[in-house]
C-alpha cells in the first residue's frame, strides 16, 4: 500500500517506492526532487529563500535553497543512495505578486531559482528538468519510482516532468 508523504514549507523529508512525496501551495518557494533511480529513493525539500547567509534566523537548513540541497544531499547519501547517480527535478519559483518599481529584493521566486540551479551546480548535481517562473502556483507530486514530477497548477492545468 503507498502513501503520499506530506512536506510542508521548509521541510525535507525521504521516501521509496511505492510511497510517493508531495508538497502543496509553491508560490515563490521551490520544490527540490533529488532521486536516485537505481534504490527507488527521493527527497523533496520546500525551500522558501535563496540563502541562510542573510537570514538572522538560519537554523532550520530546509528553508533555504544553499543549506536545504546540503542536507538533502547529505540524507540521501546516508540511506544509500550514491551521489553519481542523483538526478534533480524542481518546481515553483513564482512571482505571485506584482511590486511597483520591480526591486529585485522582491523576486523571491526568481531569486529562488537561480539560488537553487547555482547550489545544484555546486554539488555536481544533474538538473534534468524545472517548471519554474510564472505567476501562479504549483502543487507537486514526486514518485520515487518512475522519477515522475506530477505539477499541478490553478489555471494553467498539470503537467508531468
Excluded: W
Excluded at 537554523?59 to 546540503?70: L, M, P
Excluded at 542536507?71 to 547519501?77: I, N, R, S, V, Y
Excluded at 524545472?130 to 522519477?147: A, E, Q
Amino acid at each position: 500500500m503507498s502513501k503520499i508523504i506530506q512536506v510542508g514549507m521548509a521541510e525535507l523529508k525521504l521516501a521509496k517506492v511505492p510511497d510517493k512525496l508531495m508538497t502543496a501551495g509553491l508560490g515563490s518557494c521551490i520544490g527540490i526532487c533529488i532521486f536516485d533511480k537505481t534504490i527507488k529513493l527521493a527527497s523533496l525539500t520546500h525551500i522558501m529563500l535563496p540563502s541562510s547567509t542573510q537570514a538572522r534566523n538560519p537554523q532550520n537548513a530546509a528553508k533555504f535553497a544553499d543549506t536545504g540541497i546540503e542536507l538533502a544531499l547529505k540524507e540521501m547519501e546516508k540511506n544509500g543512495a550514491l551521489h553519481s547517480r542523483l538526478l534533480v527535478k524542481i518546481a515553483g519559483g513564482a512571482q505571485m505578486f506584482k511590486f511597483s518599481g520591480e526591486s529585485d529584493i522582491m523576486k523571491i521566486g526568481e531569486r529562488n531559482a537561480l539560488a537553487v540551479e547555482a547550489t545544484l551546480q555546486k554539488f555536481k548535481l544533474k538538473l534534468i528538468a524545472s517548471d519554474t517562473g510564472g505567476n501562479y502556483g504549483r502543487t507537486i507530486i514526486f514518485d520515487p519510482g518512475s522519477g515522475d514530477l506530477l505539477v499541478r497548477t490553478i489555471g494553467h492545468g498539470e503537467r508531468t516532468i
